[in-house]
């Protein structure tokens, strides 16, 4: 992992959409994700449906979205991996449940309980964050949000502490992190990401 003072150079590069800093973070720490993803995913039909690949990648841009946001304060690269292998976790028992439900309701339809080909597909689409760039994702992100919200986003991707967002803002730090974390758990599901149960702001 990097000294703490690569780490938030590498940080600030992820926060300005560079793919190569992108490409970085995955680097190190995607192997990480796995192994946490591995030792929780144990049903052996929902690993059929659910790869750890797909869990990891949703990980990825979901972080890469919020991070460039402006969201998360990381100081330590310990920090990033607590964060990572929880939104992880959260991703994972999200797919679970997802799955379970699907294959109750298939079971109504079908008493044999024969799993249908349509939840297999259904499970292994791309999400539109998969299909699109970094900095392409990270565009149609902002221009979702509002213009107040977009400019918060801003200063804060910009390296701004959210002390000096707030004087310049005239409302308090707590607040105005309130208001992005809301703003993004409302645009990621458009993108096939999750809302995160995580404090990283």
């Avoid at 992880?88 to 044999?112: H, M, T």
Wanted: charge should be neutral; proline fraction near 4%.
């Amino acid at each position: 992992m990097p000294a703490d003072e690569a780490f938030q150079e590498l940080i600030r590069r992820v926060r300005q959409g560079e793919e190569d800093a992108a490409a970085e973070i995955v680097r190190l720490y995607e192997p990480e994700i796995k192994r946490a993803i591995r030792a929780r995913h144990t049903d052996p039909r929902l690993r059929r449906i659910v790869d750890s690949v797909d869990i990891c990648q949703a990980v990825m841009a979901n972080f890469f979205v919020r991070v460039a946001s402006g969201q998360f304060e990381l100081d330590h690269p310990d920090q990033l991996l607590r964060l990572l292998v929880t939104m992880a976790r959260n991703q994972l028992y999200d797919q679970v449940r997802r799955q379970k439900a699907l294959r109750r309701n298939n079971e109504r339809i079908d008493p044999a309980g024969q799993e249908k080909v349509e939840l297999a597909a259904a499970a292994r689409q791309q999400t539109p964050s998969q299909e699109v760039a970094l900095q392409e994702l990270l565009q149609k992100l902002r221009a979702s949000l509002t213009e107040d919200e977009r400019r918060i986003a801003e200063k804060r991707a910009n390296g701004l502490e959210w002390a000096e967002i707030a004087a310049e803002e005239g409302e308090s730090p707590e607040a105005l992190r309130k208001r992005l974390a809301r703003a993004l758990d409302r645009i990621v599901p458009q993108f096939g990401l999750s809302e995160i149960r995580v404090r990283g702001s």
